[in-house]
């Protein structure tokens, strides 16, 4: 029997994913490091690993607050490193935040202890630690690039990206912009579009030239 709590620290990223699996698997892994369940406190926090700053992790400032306030933690238990987060600048800070107070931060996947039985910083641990922090980063990287490649692509397909409908226009069941005939600007909207292609006109000339003719 443990004189002191352990926390489960849960995230996922999306709504399609579940937390229910990885606090299960914790909560076991916390059992059988000899914690009660009175013992065990889980944090399950549904936020994203790329877009949110260390101050607003929730997940995170929950886990300090009832460290700094209880004192009675010696162990992190999280599914993998990159449930933490994705950033390195956050994972590194949390590990020094949790070596300094000399509580253990146990990774399921790959399986990591951070300290020693001493309570010191175990070297392998850490150059593990280390190198995954560096493929969450990455793969973070990655996942944005990709998005962001799809998300200029279908751009230039004319598909709706989200955000105010653009005057004249509508989107159809199929995702993406066409002239909208129901408010009467489809006239001017195409009229824009000819005197556009035309070349006769950059965007200043042709918003004089509409101007000139009473559009706006």
């Not at 922090?133 to 692509?153: D, G, H, I, L, V």
């Not at 009229?191 to 101007?211: D, N, P, R, V």
Request: charged share 30%; net charge neutral.
């Amino acid at each position: 029997m443990r004189d002191k709590r352990c926390i489960l620290l849960v995230r996922v990223s999306t709504e399609y994913q579940s937390y229910d699996e990885q606090e299960k698997e914790l909560y076991n892994m916390a059992l059988s490091y000899g914690y009660s369940p009175n013992q065990i406190v889980p944090i399950s926090e549904k936020e994203s690993g790329r877009k949110l700053k260390e101050d607003e992790r929730k997940g995170l400032n929950k886990m300090k607050e009832i460290i700094n306030q209880d004192g009675d933690i010696d162990c992190v238990f999280a599914w993998e490193i990159s449930r933490i987060a994705r950033r390195k600048t956050i994972l590194f800070n949390i590990l020094d935040y949790l070596v300094n107070l000399k509580i253990q931060l146990v990774i399921k996947e790959p399986h990591i202890e951070l300290l020693k039985g001493d309570k010191t910083i175990d070297e392998g641990a850490e150059t593990i630690f280390t190198l995954y922090a560096q493929m969450a980063e990455s793969e973070m990287r990655n996942k944005f690039s990709r998005f962001e490649r799809a998300k200029r692509e279908n751009f230039a397909k004319g598909k709706y990206m989200g955000g105010k409908y653009l005057l004249g226009y509508t989107v159809n069941s199929e995702g993406y912009w066409v002239v909208d005939e129901s408010e009467g600007q489809a006239p001017l909207v195409r009229l824009i579009f000819q005197l556009y292609i035309s070349g006769k006109y950059s965007l200043t000339e042709l918003a004089k030239e509409l101007q000139n003719r009473g559009y706006f």
